[in-house]
């Protein structure tokens, strides 16, 4: 079944420790995103990535770092710079042609900072 | 800038009672209009869309017009169900002319429909 698949679904981690959250798609995608979810605050663009070896700050970027090195998968790492890291987070694609507009979900993976 | 606003919820409903969750947008050029939902403990999944004005984007028995002279795009369904209740969000995306392709969300609506 071709999908977006993010791991795991939740996770712990103790202040001041980085942590690095996947995201794989076998949708042969060209563009991936980042999106933070808090409660009452719908999502915020984090990081996106055009095409391979690319990719742009998003609106909240502070505290977080991405690569692109395969086009399947575009993890997300959290530092011990994020001042809030708790949270719910998104990972997204979509097709490269310009014209497509939507975007595609993972399940997301939810973030305890300790 | 650009910027979606949507109703606050929580909305509560009966199970069978018309559903509205009203979306109005602030962007320059002509936007793409989305509905995704998202269920408890899950990611996005669209609902519906529309791409240009007078556009109706439609789905499991939801509706949305999109409407540029009052720059709206609200949701509609004629009989909810329980299975319906979810988190709703409204969303924009403009043409920049550009590579990117960023969505702008609401805050989200949450739908609560009781049995």
């Known amino acids: 079944d071709g999908g977006i698949t993010q791991s795991p679904k939740y996770l712990f981690r103790k202040e001041g420790q980085n942590v690095t959250l996947s995201c794989e798609q076998n949708?042969?995608?060209?563009?991936m995103y980042w999106y933070r979810q808090d409660p009452g605050q719908g999502l915020r663009l984090i990081y996106y990535?055009?095409?391979?070896?690319?990719?742009q700050k998003g609106d909240i970027a502070e505290g977080y770092s991405v690569s692109r090195e395969k086009k399947e998968s575009f993890p997300l790492t959290v530092t011990s710079a994020q001042k809030n890291p708790t949270a719910f987070y998104l990972c997204a694609s979509r097709p490269g042609t310009l014209l497509y507009n939507e975007q595609f979900f993972g399940p997301g993976t939810r973030l305890t900072v300790l | 800038g650009d910027s979606v606003t949507q109703m606050e919820g929580p909305v509560t409903l009966s199970e069978e009672a018309f559903l509205t969750i009203n979306c109005t947008y602030t962007?320059?050029?002509?936007?793409?209009l989305f509905w995704y939902v998202q269920y408890p403990g899950e990611g996005l999944q669209l609902l519906l869309k529309?791409?240009?004005?007078?556009d109706k984007g439609s789905n499991k028995g939801f509706e949305a017009t999109y409407r540029k002279e009052t720059t709206s795009f609200h949701l509609e369904k004629g009989s909810v169900q329980v299975s319906d209740s979810a988190v709703y969000f409204c969303a924009l995306k403009t043409w920049t002319g550009g590579a990117t392709n960023k969505l702008i969300f609401g805050t989200g609506t949450l739908l609560a429909v009781q049995p």
């Open positions: 962007a320059t050029g002509y936007p793409s």
């Open positions: 949708l042969n995608h060209d563009a």
């Open positions: 990535s055009q095409i391979v070896n690319d990719f």
């Open positions: 529309a791409t240009k004005a007078d």
